[in-house]
DNA sequence: TAGATTGTTAATCGATTAACAATC
DNA sequence: TAGATTGTTAATCGATTAACAATC
């Protein structure tokens, strides 16, 4: 059977071959090889030509690999043909810094719905979302077919919210709450946490 | 000599088990086993028991792990014995969310300076920050022995401001822009890229 | 043809996990 | 003593990298 799946490294890299190919093809250049590639983000060509082969050949021996074609393969592959609505729940500084990072709409993905309990901010433009009331989560999910979540709303409720998401059926869930969701498996969770990447830091800085 | 480096991946997962040996104690938990802690983040007792090996011996057999013990040695471990002072480069959205996302204040760490080039932002308070000229950056980094900055400027001026701070005497950047910074190897950098979690999350639902 | 570069197999490296003696 | 749990070695698993035939 020698079920080949691909590992769960490559995919975070995908979306790093995809920005080089990007700015790449906006620079107007019309091939890259595998090594140039590769240096742009600091990993040995070998890794770039082993991480684009588990989806297909898409170079030419001696040659290289055509810009514009790699930037239309990875788009789909990475699922960006498809336009995706998302819903903010929490419009914290966080939530809102989120939809303002403007690094996702060029990528097809927009955050054109939000929610907050917060009275005052009811009603208020968010980016191009409105915020709406929380009660409002199943309605607006049902009637948009939202299936990707952002969470940031405070800890003590993420896990409340996050079975609210999940019965009015959201697929998938980027938490910025540093808890981990008790959610059923086929729901994809992809969790955020920042406090992290700067503990790593002190830690590097001691040791 | 057979050096024993400590796997990254370990390290990843010592600000996860600091969370939960807090949050226990905080409970009034006295001791944990190994096999529980690892319940609480989803990973078997025996990489619980070979991550905290190569820090010493916390434990006691038959028994478990004393949880004051524990959070003791790993706020050791990770650095955070020490108080830490943050500059903030880019008061924009994200920036005043990391400020204000609190979860760092109880970790001993401080984004006690920030600077922007907005003059109407100048003078502002941001969190327990004054918000400073950009152009003070030098002055501010040596007056203040700052080792930590988090970057988060527009693409443009990412490598630039890199380049002064690590000039400046900063050691470490906590970088938020999706760009792959050019620094001097005895720099840690941390790329914080928001952009690859939400990808992900498109790429599994698609596929 | 000579030089460059892909796609893929096999070797290597590193991280996870199973197993178990030591010990409470 | 019997049951529980650690710390660590050895086995396994998975990901990276070296090597090279295929091909432009």
Redesign the interface.
């Known amino acids: 059977m020698a079920e080949i799946r691909t590992p769960a490294t490559t995919?975070?890299r995908?979306?790093?071959y995809?920005?080089c190919v990007q700015k790449l093809d906006s620079k107007g250049v019309d091939v890259i090889s595998s090594k140039e590639l590769g240096a742009?983000?600091?990993i040995p060509s070998t890794q770039v030509r082993k991480d684009l082969s588990y989806y297909g050949e898409f170079g030419r021996r001696g040659v290289g690999y055509e810009v514009k074609n790699l930037v239309k393969n990875l788009r789909r592959?990475?699922?960006?043909d498809?336009s995706?609505d998302l819903l903010l729940v929490g419009a914290?500084?966080?939530g809102?810094?989120?939809v303002?990072?403007g690094?996702?709409k060029r990528?097809g993905?927009n955050i054109n719905y939000a929610l907050d309990i917060d009275q005052d901010k009811i009603g208020n433009n968010l980016g191009a979302a409105e915020i709406h009331q929380l009660d409002q989560l199943e309605e607006i999910i049902a009637a948009n077919n939202i299936?990707?979540a952002i969470l940031a709303v405070p800890d003590e409720n993420a896990q409340q919210v996050a079975d609210r998401l999940v019965a009015a059926g959201v697929?998938?869930i980027?938490n910025f709450v540093?808890i981990?969701l008790d959610v059923p498996e086929d729901i994809?969770v992809?969790n955020?946490?920042?406090?992290?990447?700067?503990?790593?830091?002190?830690?590097?800085?001691?040791?």
Do not use: K
């Not at 592959?77 to 960006?80: D, P, S």
């Not at 955020?192 to 040791?207: C, K, P, Q, V």
């Open positions: 995919i975070e995908l979306p790093l995809y920005r742009m983000i600091e592959i990475l699922g960006l498809e995706w914290g500084n966080l809102q810094a989120l303002n990072y690094g996702f990528l993905l299936n990707i697929e998938a980027w540093p981990r994809e992809r955020e946490d920042l406090a992290i990447g700067l503990i790593s830091l002190t830690y590097y800085l001691s040791n």
